[in-house]
């Protein structure tokens, strides 16, 4: 499923990003380059989870995160390639995040939009390298506090992960990522563990923060296209309503797709709940599916890119038929 998928993904981007690039329209502009861009993300993703293949155990007192294609690597290069896909998945949020940004300053024209008026490209480009540079670090700091690898945590996943993975992490020495958020001793009280709560405390307040901007920023968007009428032309109205509908759907795919199925990650362990087993593969698979739908919401929403797939599917209808007329239109004057 997910090396098909995966494979869907790459196609699906590639044949946006060449859309993208050929299609003339002065209506997107700038913009065309952040979709771009996400499609390159989408690419990068898709590719890590192949090579990865995560796979998840949940248990009541936190979860172990692995590769299934990486077991027989050395250690380090497994727990840093799952480490990638962690920092590389969550990448996709800041992008979002920063595609409604630029839609707010394009609509909206805020005050600060000023600084990006001269050397436009340059500047949104250094501004999103910066803030993806931070998040990166961001959750590179995550996974050192509260993921890595110890002896204490191979105790307590190792015979989860041998009964519903078939893989004992410790005989082949792979790498992982576990946290483990209280005590095990169920005959004792809870003891939250400090290193845990910090982690994902800073996980969470990095997700929450792209979160507050896609809501703000797409309720500024909508009342300024509601009562901005008489500024804009109708066209370019339309444009943006395309592209923000776009992004909305954008928005809501992974959400369903797979923010929820992994938001059960950060639930279970607090609520003492034990999901070992298929659910981990489940929630895993999910995320493959939205890299590959994502190019597609792209290509219909937006008018223009939707007119080209549409004339270049006319052509490929049309060519046969005249062939076919021309033939029988020279057969016909042969017979005469």
């Keep these: 499923f997910t090396y098909g998928v995966s494979g869907l993904s790459i196609l699906t981007n590639f044949t946006f990003i060449w859309i993208s690039t050929t299609t003339i329209t002065d209506q997107i502009g700038r913009y065309r380059y952040y ?14 989870h192949v090579i990865v293949m995560p796979g998840i155990q949940l248990t009541a007192v936190g979860y172990i995160f692995f590769g299934y294609n990486l077991v027989d690597k050395p250690e380090i290069v497994c727990t840093w390639a799952v480490t990638l896909f962690v920092i590389f998945f969550y990448q996709t949020t800041i992008v979002l995040a920063f595609h409604y940004c630029y839609r707010y300053a394009v609509v909206c024209s805020p005050a600060w939009s000023r600084i990006f008026t001269r050397n436009t490209t340059f ?15 961001g959750y590179f700091v995550v996974v050192q506090v509260g993921f890595m690898p110890s002896d204490h945590k191979i105790a307590l996943y190792r015979q989860v992960v041998l ?110 709940l034990n999901l070992t087993g298929v659910y981990g593969d489940l929630s895993m698979m999910a995320p493959a599916i939205f890299p590959a739908i994502d190019p597609i919401i792209m290509l219909y929403f937006v008018g223009s890119y ?27 004057f042969t017979l005469s």
């Design 35 to 48: 979709m771009i861009g996400f499609a390159v993300m989408d690419i990068i993703v898709s590719i890590i």
């Design 123 to 137: 500047w949104w480009s250094f501004v999103t390298s910066i803030v993806q540079m931070l998040y990166i670090f």
């Design 163 to 272: 009964e519903n993975n078939d893989l004992d992490i410790l005989r082949i020495h792979s790498g992982y990522l576990a946290v483990i958020f209280r005590s095990m001793d169920p005959s004792l009280p809870a003891v939250w563990q400090t290193d845990a709560i910090i982690s994902m405390s800073i996980a969470i307040g990095l997700f929450f923060h792209t979160a507050v901007v896609i809501i703000v920023c797409s309720v500024l968007i909508r009342r300024k296209l509601r009562i901005g009428f008489n500024i804009m032309s109708a066209q370019m109205r339309a444009t943006q309503h395309q592209l923000l509908k776009a992004l909305i759907i954008q928005t809501l795919v992974p959400t369903l797709l797979t923010y929820t199925p992994l938001g059960m990650v950060f639930v279970v362990p607090f609520m003492g």
């Design 306 to 332: 939707r007119s080209r797939i549409a004339n270049m599917l006319k052509r490929l209808n049309t060519t046969p038929v005249k062939g076919i007329q021309d033939t029988q239109s020279h057969n016909y």
